[in-house]
């Protein structure tokens, strides 16, 4: 699956604010495979070290997602080297760990001041960003800081966020209703989440669309024609020289 983004040099210099226009135009590419989203982040982690960025779910969510099969970091951490995880929430990591029986979890902050050494003591191929940038009230902050704690240990960084133009937005506007997670702050578009990427220093890679749930043969059919529909996106990127 390839960048829906199919040439960054001529968005980039709008994205690093070199150059700026009022009513810049994006040009997606309008066919390919969109794929669900947790498939998606196996394949990239597949065989890789991997460090998982709140890793554990909405508590009341990680039970049902593990006895499904679908509960992400389970899924990594059977497909990849080796895999840590950190997440805020020191009592879904407790719960998460209980109830999966991994031993790879651990709870804390990644931008305080204080680095946690089961990151800071290792290296890793992929940082993985799951749903979570929506819930940080500055996400460029929030992704610099772990930049600059972390950015000597994590060569890519890979991040899923909610797509703004996804199709249940959509239908919502037709019904004058608005469907979402309450602890969202942010939909985002593909220049977006670049752009905040961007800034927090990181340079893009790929972007690809991805489907939140499996999709059905109707629905794949669809995204494929048009998959600015799908209701997520992921970022890859890779920290810039600069920064």
């Not at 340079?203 to 109707?218: D, N």
Request: with cysteine; aromatic share 8%; proline share 3%.
């Amino acid at each position: 699956m390839s960048s829906i983004i199919s040439d960054f040099s001529q968005v980039y210099p709008y994205l690093d604010g070199s150059k700026f226009k009022d009513t810049i135009v994006v040009k997606y590419k309008g066919d390919g495979d969109v794929r669900y989203r947790c498939d998606v982040l196996v394949d990239l982690c597949r065989g890789k070290r991997v460090l998982h960025v709140g890793c554990c779910d909405h508590l009341p969510l990680i039970k049902r997602k593990i006895d499904n099969k679908d509960w992400l970091h389970g899924l990594i951490t059977d497909c990849s080297e080796y895999t840590v995880g950190v997440d805020i929430d020191a009592d879904a990591v407790r719960e998460a760990s209980r109830i999966s029986g991994l031993d790879n979890m651990v709870a804390g902050d990644v931008t305080s001041g204080e680095k946690i050494e089961a990151i800071s003591g290792r290296k890793f191929d992929i940082a993985i960003f799951g749903e979570v940038v929506e819930h940080i009230s500055n996400p460029v902050a929030f992704l610099s800081r772990f930049r600059e704690n972390y950015g000597d240990v994590v060569d890519q960084l890979v991040i899923t966020v909610p797509n703004a133009f996804r199709g249940g937005n959509i239908k919502g506007i037709l019904q004058n209703v608005e469907t979402i997670n309450s602890d969202h702050r942010f939909f985002f578009t593909p220049y977006t989440i670049a752009k905040v990427a961007i800034d927090a220093g990181y340079s893009p890679v790929e972007v690809k669309m991805a489907t939140f749930m499996r999709a059905g043969k109707l629905k794949s059919m669809l995204l494929k024609q048009l998959p600015l529909l799908a209701e997520d996106i992921i970022f890859i990127g890779a920290a810039t020289r600069s920064h």
